[in-house]
């Protein structure tokens, strides 16, 4: 199964600030118009909710602010200007193999 | 707009079957594209992948929990279901479904239900 890893586990960010949320796969994710690749934000107590997918598509309706990047094994969301909302668990997951495997998530918060 | 909904007890004794349903609407489960899927979340802890049904009957379980798995439908109610036999402790987590497909992530979940193992 394909691990995923994220770092760090915790980012403390001043609002208005960037956050940069890391993810890596252990093998090359297969690339077709965008590696198979999302993203997710989990607030408390909620679902999770997916924000990206092919590693850097938005998902309808979610904020620009929100932008994700990257190819391979290695992997980026970016919040350009972190907003209170904002404050949530961000899960990254694989879709090119199964099982589907999730990364353990990285906590931002304010 | 696709809609799911989990259903089931929250309670379940250690070595019984979890049995959930996910009600499913303004989608078919009869769907020849969508994976109907089932996710778990551990009291704290992160996402894990159960399995999913899709095109009626063609189903897969996660190699770790395949074991003690069972996922079907039910298309006259547009429902799919869990059964998860021999539970123990490890087992509790808020139950998560939602639709997926080959090669797309998961879109649409359900608001998950929480399943505690305990005697």
């Known amino acids: 199964e394909i691990v995923m890893t994220q770092s760090p586990a915790t980012l403390s960010v001043s609002p208005g600030e960037r956050a940069t949320l890391s993810c890596r796969a252990s093998?090359?994710?297969?690339?077709?118009?965008?590696?198979?690749l999302a993203w997710y934000q989990q607030k408390a107590g909620q679902a999770p909710r997916l924000l990206i997918s092919g590693a850097s598509a938005r998902a309808s309706g979610i904020p620009a602010r929100f932008s994700g990047s990257g190819s391979g094994t290695e992997f980026t969301l970016t919040i350009s200007s972190l907003q209170s909302e904002d404050v949530a668990v961000y899960y990254c997951q694989q879709y090119d193999a199964f099982p589907r495997t999730f990364g353990q998530g990285t906590k931002v918060e304010i | 707009q696709v809609q799911l909904q989990e259903s089931g007890p929250g309670l379940v004794k250690p070595s019984q079957t979890l049995s959930l349903t996910c009600t499913v609407s303004g989608d078919s489960v009869s769907s020849d594209y969508d994976y109907w899927s089932w996710i778990r979340q551990a009291p704290g802890k992160g996402l894990e992948f159960i399995g999913h049904?899709?095109?009626?009957?063609?189903?897969y379980y996660n190699p770790s929990l395949r074991s003690r798995l069972t996922i079907s439908t039910d298309r006259t109610k547009n429902q799919f279901s869990l059964s998860l036999s021999s539970v123990t402790a490890a087992d509790t987590a808020v139950y998560y479904c939602?639709?997926?497909?080959?090669?797309?992530?998961?879109?649409?979940w359900g608001q998950g239900a929480l399943v505690t193992v305990s005697s």
């Open positions: 093998q090359s994710l297969t690339f077709s118009a965008g590696s198979y």
């Open positions: 049904v899709y095109s009626r009957a063609t189903i």
């Open positions: 939602a639709r997926g497909a080959n090669l797309s992530p998961f879109n649409y």
